[in-house]
Nanobody, 126 residues
Framework: QVQLVESGGGLVQAGDSLRLSCAAS????????MGWFRQAPGKEREFVAA????????YYADSVKGRFTISRDNAKNAVYLQMNSLKPEDTAVYYC???????????????????WGQGTQVTVSS
């Protein structure tokens, strides 16, 4: 089992950058597939980015490709989301998610992740 705590959200202007962090508990973090999701008011939770358990592969939603970068440091039990060129439509609560999996396939569905953090608010003003 793993517990996740996100941090790094805030209020920024369009074009600015933010770096979200997700701290994970547990000794087997290196065996977890990790993902970032977001949920805007009145909308369903949507996939943002995912990273393989060993960090060798990543996958992004089309809406963030080229602007966001997911990374992980298994020695620190942490996963990050670097967000550049932020847009007002990026405004949402951002969630870190995990599933114990050492398969090579990256997943984008909410149902493919078992553990979730409490979320961190990102607000981008125009």
């Amino acid at each position: 089992q793993v517990q996740l705590v996100e941090s790094g959200g805030g209020l920024v202007q369009a074009g600015d950058s933010l770096r979200l962090s997700c701290a994970a508990s547990g000794r087997t973090f290196g065996s977890y597939r990790m993902g970032w999701f977001r949920q805007a008011p009145g909308k369903e939770r949507e996939f943002v980015a995912a990273i393989r358990w060993d960090g060798t592969d990543t996958y992004y939603a089309d809406s963030v490709k080229g602007r966001f970068t997911i990374s992980r440091d298994n020695a620190k039990n942490a996963v990050y989301l670097q967000m550049n060129s932020l847009k007002p439509e990026d405004t949402a609560v951002y969630y870190c998610a995990a599933r114990y999996s050492r398969t090579p396939t990256l997943r984008t569905a909410v149902s493919e992740y078992d553990y979730w953090g409490q979320g961190t608010q990102v607000t981008v003003s125009s």
